[in-house]
Nanobody
Framework: QVQLVESGGGLVQAGGSLRLSCAAS????????MGWFRQAPGKEREFVAT????????YYVDSVKGRFTISRDNAKNSVYLQMNSLTPEDTAVYYC???????????????WGQGTQVTVSS
């Protein structure tokens, strides 16, 4: 069982930055690929970024490439999402998720956090 707790969301102006964190419980964090997803009001949950167990492989949705960076610290049981050049279209609840095995852009993750709200004002 893995519990995930996101933090770092908030209100930011367009062009600004935020860094989301996700803290995981348990001693097997390094055995999970991690992902970030987001859900805007009235829209389906969408993939944002994923990172492999070692951190050596990452993958992003096209809309955030060059602006967002996913990283992890297995010693701290944490995964991060650095978000730069934010736009109002990035406004959503952001969720981190964990899955056994390899990275995936599909929501086929075993564990999910409760989410953290990110609001970008124009």
């Amino acid at each position: 069982q893995v519990q995930l707790v996101e933090s770092g969301g908030g209100l930011v102006q367009a062009g600004g930055s935020l860094r989301l964190s996700c803290a995981a419980s348990g001693r097997t964090f390094s055995s999970y690929a991690m992902g970030w997803f987001r859900q805007a009001p009235g829209k389906e949950r969408e993939f944002v970024a994923t990172i492999s167990r070692s951190g050596g492989t990452t993958y992003y949705v096209d809309s955030v490439k060059g602006r967002f960076t996913i990283s992890r610290d297995n010693a701290k049981n944490s995964v991060y999402l650095q978000m730069n050049s934010l736009t109002p279209e990035d406004t959503a609840v952001y969720y981190c998720a964990a899955r056994s095995g390899s990275i995936s852009a599909k929501p086929s993750y075993d564990y999910w956090g409760q989410g953290t709200q990110v609001t970008v004002s124009s």
